[in-house]
């Protein structure tokens, strides 16, 4: 059974500073992985998705990458700022089932 | 630019009752989801739904009922609401293929007393 482990569980670090959260999971046969950011009280809000044939994907100040083979994924956050606090979820898609998620990564971003 | 929206942001209720959770899309996508997430526990699947009338049971379905008669409507039923499921309950879709992104409703915050 697919499993996603996220660490750190929590995250507090000076604005301006750059960062790397990390995702894990036991099997590698994905569809694809996403990155999710979800503010307290919120729904969940898709920052970026890589399929399983590629390696990254970036937007903006933030970057993901994939290493399927080991069963990683890192989403790196280029100069954070006090707006990136949030809960961080990385989810895997395996076809015919649903997203199996982490239980997430809490960024505090002081000013 | 609604995608996923859920009927409520917050409801309270009492043990016993019956509860309905409305989730409906805008994208034409196949599969729907319902998950609960609870703190310490992430995101725990429920059901979910791969086209009308079609369900499939999650990690977690014990006291919970689901239906999709449109494809854009997917609805959680708790049978006999019981305090252990106060939570907050988070529909999403995603299309048939699963090449593009998961959205997710905005969630309902469940208090059952």
């Known amino acids: 059974k697919q499993e996603v482990t996220q660490i750190p569980a929590a995250l507090s670090v000076p604005e301006g500073e750059n960062l790397v959260l990390n995702c894990s999971f036991t099997?590698?046969?994905?569809?694809?992985l996403q990155w999710f950011r979800q503010d307290p009280g919120k729904g969940l809000t898709s920052l970026l998705l890589i399929q399983s044939s590629q390696r990254e994907q970036t937007s903006g100040r933030l970057n993901a990458s994939l290493d399927k083979s080991s069963g990683r994924s890192t989403l790196y956050i280029a100069a954070s700022q006090p707006g990136d606090s949030a809960t961080y979820l990385c989810a895997v898609y395996q076809a015919g089932t649903a997203l199996i998620f982490g239980k997430g990564t809490t960024l505090s971003v002081s000013s | 630019d609604v995608k996923v929206t859920q009927s409520s942001r917050y409801l309270v209720k009492r043990t016993g009752e019956k509860v309905f959770l409305e989730c409906v899309q805008d994208m034409d996508h196949e599969n729907m989801f319902w998950y609960r997430q609870d703190p310490g526990l992430g995101l725990r699947l429920i059901y979910f739904?791969?086209?009308?009338?079609?369900?499939e049971k999650g990690d977690i379905p014990e006291g919970y009922s689901v239906s999709r008669e449109k494809k854009e409507r997917f609805s959680l039923i708790l049978e006999s609401a019981s305090t252990n499921q106060t939570s907050m309950y988070l529909c999403?879709?995603?299309?048939?293929?699963?090449?593009?992104?998961?959205?997710f409703g905005p969630g309902t915050r469940l208090l059952v007393l």
């Open positions: 099997d590698s046969a994905i569809y694809n």
């Open positions: 739904s791969y086209d009308v009338k079609m369900k």
């Open positions: 999403a879709s995603i299309n048939r293929a699963g090449g593009e992104t998961q959205y």
